[in-house]
């Protein structure tokens, strides 16, 4: 833990440093003597020169360009649950362990690892497509910014829809006072992602409770052998749980949950 503080703490102060500097270097330019020999300064290798972006028309300095950017990596992990096909698998693995009765295993990080494999994989499709239609474009310097992040979230928002309740759809339209909508193009950004992280919701757990019951049924089975035979003192947890793994080993369980999982989204 010790040495786990002290990476830290020298990494927090190599980026203040680095913040530093950076702020410093504009100053640092401008306080610079100028050379006495004019054939010298000409002789001297010239810096390459900086482009500095602009909104709306004004310069950004690159010490804000750098916290811009900083903040758009924190938005990833939302976007990944809010956008992506995650939510709905990480809820149904992680309810799967606990019908399992099998404590930590697997651990968190595999269940982890499994869920953002399998939501590559349903979301390649929707990458293919924002990739084509306005990424790429956009790096080529075929298309502005707005152009191209409309064109980009489009395949997003056809696969959100496709899993969104109208229910839960008509929810958020009435909290925000922006609702009905004519076409699905209308739909605010925040409504359907509110909208899609609720669908989500409700279908792993109704996903869930389908995986849950052979389980249950397991567990009653077994406890009611347990009080049959007056060994109330033995948990039942204990004595049903290799009977649930072989079970789940038997019908080759993690094939039919992943399959179904993949099966369970809508097509865009």
């Known amino acids: 833990m010790s040495r786990l503080l002290v990476s830290i703490r020298g990494l ?10 950076l702020a410093a270097a504009p100053v640092l330019a401008q306080t610079a003597p100028a050379p006495a020999d004019p054939a010298a300064a000409q002789s001297s290798p010239s810096l390459p020169a900086v482009t500095v972006g602009e909104i709306g028309g004004e310069p950004v300095s690159l010490q804000l360009q750098v916290l811009l950017l900083m903040t758009g990596i924190t938005l990833l992990p939302a976007a990944l649950l809010g956008l992506t096909a995650f939510t709905r698998i990480i809820i149904v693995l992680a309810l799967l362990r606990q019908a399992l009765g099998t404590g930590q295993t697997p651990s968190n990080q595999i269940l982890l690892a499994l869920a953002l494999f399998l939501t590559a994989m349903v979301m390649m499709p929707v990458f293919d497509q924002a990739w084509v239609a306005g990424i790429s474009p956009y790096l080529n310097d075929q298309m502005d910014f707005k152009a191209a992040w409309d064109a980009a979230s489009a395949p997003f928002r056809g696969f959100m829809l496709a899993q969104v309740r109208e229910t839960d759809l008509m929810t958020f339209a009435g909290l925000s006072n922006s609702g009905p909508y004519a076409t699905p193009q209308d739909v605010p950004f925040g409504v359907l992602a509110a909208s899609f992280l609720t669908s989500e919701l409700k279908t792993a757990f109704e996903i869930a409770f389908l995986i849950y019951i052979p389980f249950v049924i397991i567990d009653l089975v077994v406890a009611s052998v347990l009080m049959s035979m007056g060994m109330m003192m033995l948990s039942p947890m204990l004595v049903s749980a290799p009977f649930k793994i072989l079970l789940f080993v038997l019908v080759d369980g993690w094939v039919l949950v992943v399959g179904s ?7 865009v």
Do not use: K
């Open 12 to 21: 927090l102060a190599g980026l203040l440093l680095a913040f530093t500097l």
């Open 261 to 267: 999982l993949a099966a369970s989204f809508n097509p």
